[in-house]
Antibody
């Protein structure tokens, strides 16, 4: 069974940092691109970033570019999202997502709250 | 960026009746190698992660009831629920995985009339 479990979220003040982790199991992480998607309270889905199979390629949404960094450790079956210079508008549930021809498996989500 | 626009924003349908949700992309999302549109439909219930219903615009995900179907071409796509069940109450999203940023529609809230 494919399982994606996010962790590392929580409460942080504006300007602070958090590092999200996504532990993958049930499949070979190195075979897949991985994404982060977020959902602000009561709002829709927003794609944030992806990292390719070996971590050599990353792309970011304009809203987080220069502040967020995605990475992966295939040997540890884990994907990361380092979030710096956090803003109130980054408050959301963050989902770790696997993609094949589509976004086929989603984690349960991890809440990040940015507030003073 | 490709803008995905869903209509309507909300929809109330009687049990057993048909529900239709539309999604329009601001540019074509046709994947040339297989001549299929890179559109996915998701269902999201409160407090849950999105669940895949349809991918490649019209391919039903394994385990999804056959009352759910997807269609469309060019820039216009449709999700149809042929006979609404109580458990179908949810928010539905379309999504393009053709070019980054991989944008979503704003969502359509489906309720029982």
């Amino acid at each position: 069974e494919v399982l994606l479990v996010e962790s590392g979220g929580g409460f942080v003040q504006p300007g602070g940092s958090l590092r999200l982790s996504c532990a993958a199991s049930g499949f070979a992480l190195s075979d897949y691109w991985m994404h982060w998607v977020r959902q602000a309270p009561g709002k829709g889905l927003e794609w944030v970033s992806y990292v390719n199979n070996d971590g050599s390629g990353t792309v970011y949404a304009a809203s987080v570019r220069g502040r967020f960094t995605v990475s992966r450790d295939n040997a540890k079956n884990t994907v990361f999202l380092q979030m710096n210079s956090l803003r109130a508008e980054d408050t959301a549930v963050y989902y770790c997502v696997r993609s094949t021809d589509y976004f086929d498996s989603w984690g349960q989500g991890n809440v990040v709250t940015v507030s003073s | 960026d490709i803008v995905m626009t869903q209509s309507p924003d909300s929809l109330a349908v009687s049990l057993g009746e048909r529900a239709t949700i539309n999604c329009k992309s601001s540019q074509p999302v046709l994947y040339s190698p297989n001549n299929k549109n890179r559109i996915t439909w998701y269902q999201q219930k409160p407090g849950q992660s999105p669940k895949v219903l349809i991918y490649w615009a019209s391919t039903r995900e394994a385990g999804v009831p056959d009352r759910f179907s997807g269609s469309g071409s060019g820039t216009d796509f449709t999700l149809t629920i042929s006979s609404l069940q109580a458990e179908d109450v949810a928010v539905y999203y379309c999504h393009q995985y053709y070019s980054s940023p991989y944008t979503f529609g704003q969502g359509t809230k489906l309720e029982i009339k």
